[in-house]
């Protein structure tokens, strides 16, 4: 196969309904289709900055199905790997608006999504996406989904990768994991994390899965992954990097998140780990990986949608070079962002889903 994306997105994929005003389901007069999922949503950001990727999933034939796969061809995401299922519908989830934030309502039991499993390895399509691409991307809601998407999450951790990274967002949804029955949800969990080359987590899902969200306490727990990345809300978030050719010592970085005027916080943790990823494919260091996990991050903030347009190319290079005071004063709203070595109005960011130029290569 022909131009193989750099990397590739496992999971479910869902059709979305936005209200057009807040307030209870009953009494929202009319709904924005939309397309979401937290894989999904991680290859619309690593697109968006520039890295070509695949999303390998199910979805129904039906018009959700369609819309999502539209949506994420429209997004430039390489849906080659995507096969449609006859007989199980599309997932979705509806969002309701209301003064204290926003909740989702999933309608996903029994959904194509869920039915992934090992087979897809031998897919004619999804197999040689999966097994060319420089890093696969999993997360906890596939291992939750169904004991076929568990099977074919574990396959991918444990199978020889030959240089492949595998990357593993915990991405803890408690209600799933309730649907899967009785059973230690942190013991199915704990081999993957482990297993995975790059993790992402929250310390607050940390401490609900493994009973801790320190760093150095994770790390005693997760000592297979090079890198273990922990994010503390919107404060800060460090990276625990494995030193070359040493297994007992890291080196650990903390980069403290943005300011930002928040809009709405449903996406910006896939934003996150899209930048992060991002900067790992270019060779960034792990304070340029944060950099740009919290500048994708922000940028989904400050819109009402899962997916922000990331920043323009040659501000994503200034920040990221940016000194830590400089680093500091910057501030993103939906308007733009506001920075110290920008003069007179702040600058807008790109137009969603537009993918990114490539900013700086290789850089540390």
């Not at 509806?94 to 003064?99: D, M, R, S, T």
């Not at 087979?119 to 999966?130: C, I, K, R, T």
Request: charged letters at 20%; aromatic letters at 4%; a negative charge.
């Amino acid at each position: 196969m022909e131009h193989l994306p750099a990397a590739v997105c496992v999971g479910e994929s869902m059709a979305v309904l936005l209200p057009d005003q807040p307030g209870p389901l009953e009494d929202v007069s009319s709904f924005h289709p939309a397309s979401g999922g937290a894989e999904a949503n991680v290859a619309r950001g690593l697109v968006a900055l520039g890295i070509p990727t695949a999303w390998v999933g199910r979805v129904g034939d039906d018009g959700f199905g369609r819309r999502v796969t539209r949506d994420l061809a429209a997004g430039g995401v390489d849906i080659r790997g995507v096969s449609v299922d006859s007989r199980r519908p599309t997932g979705l989830y509806v969002k309701e608006v209301g003064l204290g934030g926003s909740v989702l309502h999933y309608y996903r039991d029994g959904s194509a999504g869920s039915a992934i499993g090992p087979s897809v390895l031998d897919d004619p399509s999804a197999g040689p996406l999966l097994g060319g691409a420089r890093l696969v991307h999993l997360s906890g809601i596939t291992a939750a989904l169904s004991d076929s998407a568990l099977e074919l999450t574990r396959e991918l951790l444990l199978r020889p990768r030959d240089g492949q990274l595998v990357s593993f967002d915990l991405n803890w949804r408690p209600a799933l994991w309730r649907r899967r029955g009785p059973g230690r949800p942190e013991a199915v969990l704990a081999p993957l994390l482990n297993a995975a080359d790059i993790v992402l987590l929250g310390a607050d899902e940390a401490t609900a899965v493994l009973g801790t969200g320190d760093p150095a306490e994770l790390r005693e727990l997760l000592p297979g992954p090079a890198t273990l990345v922990v994010k503390d809300d919107a404060h800060h978030a460090t990276a625990l990097t494995r030193r070359s050719g040493d297994t007992a010592e890291d080196t650990a970085v903390t980069e403290p998140a943005l300011n930002v005027e928040v809009v709405e916080p449903v996406g910006a943790g896939d934003a996150f780990a899209a930048g992060y990823l991002t900067g790992t494919l270019r060779g960034y260091g792990p304070r340029r990986c944060l950099r740009l996990g919290h500048l994708a991050a922000a940028a989904t903030l400050v819109v009402p949608g899962d997916h922000g347009p990331p920043p323009p190319p040659a501000l994503v290079d200034g920040l990221l070079r940016a000194s830590p005071a400089e680093w500091a004063a910057t501030t993103v709203r939906a308007s733009g962002i506001g920075h110290p070595l920008v003069t007179g109005h702040p600058v807008p960011m790109g137009r969603a889903g537009e993918p990114g130029r490539s900013v700086e290569e290789g850089s540390r």
